[in-house]
Nanobody, 122 residues
Framework: QVQLVESGGELVQAGGSLRLSCTVSGSTSSRYHMGWFRQAPGKEREFVAAIFWSGDSTRYADSVKGRFTISRDNAKNTLYLQMNSLKREDTAVYYC???????????????WGQGTQVTVSS
């Protein structure tokens, strides 16, 4: 019943910015943590950022710290990922996910979106 849908992925040049969105439908509560993950071709899915259910705490992978910002608007049932100073190595399919535990491991996230493609070119 609960669905997560990502949007906003597109082709951008290195150094550019992009904002991803993840809408949550079918949920009567926002009391779950959320995170962004990404997966490049031939690579394992990796943690990007996470945000506490209330939005009061965030966590970032070292590779994106200082460039990406995760946020959420529970009134709109939407999660965001603002990506600045994009690099070629940021190219991947980006997924949003929900968890009942405060964690960075994919195994702790029980609900996943379908993914949105982000391609950074030079």
């Amino acid at each position: 019943q609960v669905q997560l849908v990502e949007s906003g992925g597109e082709l951008v040049q290195a150094g550019g910015s992009l904002r991803l969105s993840c809408t949550v439908s079918g949920s009567t509560s926002s009391r779950y943590h959320m995170g962004w993950f990404r997966q490049a071709p031939g690579k394992e899915r990796e943690f990007v950022a996470a945000i506490f259910w209330s939005g009061d705490s965030t966590r970032y992978a070292d590779s994106v710290k200082g460039r990406f910002t995760i946020s959420r608007d529970n009134a709109k049932n939407t999660l965001y990922l603002q990506m600045n100073s994009l690099k070629r190595e940021d190219t991947a399919v980006y997924y949003c996910a929900a968890s009942y535990q405060w964690a960075t491991a994919p195994k702790n996230y029980v609900l996943w979106g379908q993914g949105t493609q982000v391609t950074v070119s030079s």
